[in-house]
């Protein structure tokens, strides 16, 4: 059976100051984020053997290309702020890994942590999938201690045309945040969070839409976007509305970021719950 949605990146391990190794990177939350809200979910990526953790991911179908080794971040969080280093690199992700079946998917989001794929990722879907990006891999680079930084992202103008949605954080612009209106030139939807300050959407001439965030105590930031991410997709592909979907987002979101791991991904139930709390 096709997978209703699609995430296509690398699994990571990621490092903890104790030693301890957690499954992590955006096909990891965003794919446990769909299955929770009660989609049929497949993942594209490439990761070794020993990959850690694989009953989170449980019911969720995975294609893996071989690779020697995992890609592997330490992340490092300080007053809100996450310093991270890349330790490990998988193999890359070419079209060819990608079942025939599968292009006809209802939903696709591309999550590139570490440029894993390029832009002919981009070609291979039917036309009427919700094709989306999440860019934060072309958005960042890193230097021979493995300290990753934002970068300006040389392959939007090829990238962004070709996809339905954008969606990044304030922390993947970095010092560039003056890309942001040629990305708004670029693509037909782009949807910024912002962290306590909710989200921002934007279209091609129109005025932008601020949604608010649900007040929540924040346990563990990792995950939170590619949770949004998910979230916005499946409620805008169910209602295609903005304003439902981002508010879906970031009630998703809140619940993601007040509990610990990726085992604690919210459900449809709980975040409708969280809305309802709200209205």
């Not at 702020?81 to 060819?96: K, W």
């Not at 954080?169 to 969070?193: F, H, K, N, Q």
């Not at 085992?263 to 719950?273: G, I, K, L, S």
């Amino acid at each position: 059976m096709v997978p209703d949605f699609i995430v296509i990146g690398h699994l990571t391990r990621d490092e903890h100051p104790d030693g301890r190794y957690t499954l992590g990177g955006a096909a990891t939350f965003a794919s446990i984020a769909a299955r929770n809200l009660g989609y049929r979910v497949g993942i594209v990526t490439a990761a070794a053997d020993d990959f850690p953790e694989p009953q989170l991911l449980h019911d969720i179908e995975i294609v893996r290309v071989p690779s020697s080794t995992t890609t592997t971040f330490r992340n490092l969080y300080q007053a809100g702020h996450r310093t991270q280093y890349v330790r490990d690199i998988a193999a890359p992700l070419t079209p060819d890994a990608v079942p025939l079946a599968w292009r006809r998917a209802k939903i696709v989001l591309l999550g590139p942590l570490v440029g894993e794929m390029d832009h002919t990722m981009l070609d291979i879907f039917a036309s009427d999938t919700l094709l989306a990006v999440s860019p934060q891999g072309w958005m960042r680079r890193w230097d021979e201690l493995g300290r990753v930084r934002a970068q300006a992202w040389q392959a939007a103008q090829t990238i962004l045309p070709r996809v339905q949605v954008l969606i990044l954080s304030e922390e993947d612009l970095g010092g560039y945040t003056e890309r942001l209106s040629s990305y708004i030139a670029l693509a037909p939807l782009v949807v910024l969070t912002r962290g306590e300050h909710g989200s921002a959407i934007y279209r091609q001439r129109e005025r932008p839409l601020d949604i608010p965030a649900f007040p929540t105590q924040i346990i563990d930031p990792t995950g939170a976007g590619d949770t949004f991410a998910t979230a916005f997709l499946i409620r805008y592909h169910e209602t295609h509305d903005l304003v439902q979907a981002a508010r879906f987002a970031n009630a998703a979101a809140s619940l993601a970021i007040s509990s610990v791991g990726a085992e604690n991904m919210p459900t449809r139930a709980q975040v409708q719950a969280r809305l309802n709390a709200d209205a």
